[in-house]
């Protein structure tokens, strides 16, 4: 099965059970991790979410992926998780939701002799990000992340 269809698949068999926590579905992925693979399930709530809300996602779809139609998969693992604060951005509505927010960039090659790139994300419109003023092309962009700087915490 291709990874595409198996995310779509993935996508649509978490609709029920997201909505029914009053979660919403963040991002699904299925990257080698080592020898294995894992399947990873992205969830977020505005009051936050708990270890209850995943547990219920991932006992809800892994019976789903009992199915023979997932026997040709590499062996994988399950994991249902918090966005975060620190939430990758990956796709298109990922950075409307982030517009105004503090994101962290990292580039395949260094912008100003930095491989990465802290500010507010002002501008997204799909060939581009614009952080700071700085419009940078997606094509640069190895990664995207909502930012949070753990120094200003006082302790």
């Known amino acids: 099965m291709q990874t595409k269809v198996l995310l779509e698949k993935v996508n649509a068999m978490c609709r029920e059970p997201v909505a029914h926590r009053g979660l919403t579905l963040w991002d699904v992925t299925f990257e080698k991790e080592g020898p294995r693979y894992l399947l990873t399930v992205v969830v977020d709530k505005e009051s936050g979410v708990d270890i209850e809300d995943c547990e219920y996602v991932s006992r809800a779809i892994d019976p789903l992926l009992d199915a023979p139609e997932y026997s040709s998969l590499p062996p994988y693992t ?4 918090s966005a975060g604060m620190e939430r990758a951005l990956r796709r298109p509505e990922h950075f409307q939701w982030a517009l105004g927010r503090r994101v962290e960039l990292s580039f395949y090659k260094p912008h100003d002799g930095q491989k990465t790139k802290v500010g507010v994300l002002e501008n997204y419109d799909g060939d581009s990000l ?9 094509g640069d962009v190895a990664g995207c992340r909502e930012y949070f700087d753990f120094t200003s915490i006082k302790g």
């Open 78 to 81: 399950l994991c249902v998780s």
């Open 130 to 138: 614009t952080v700071d003023g700085a419009c940078y092309p997606m």
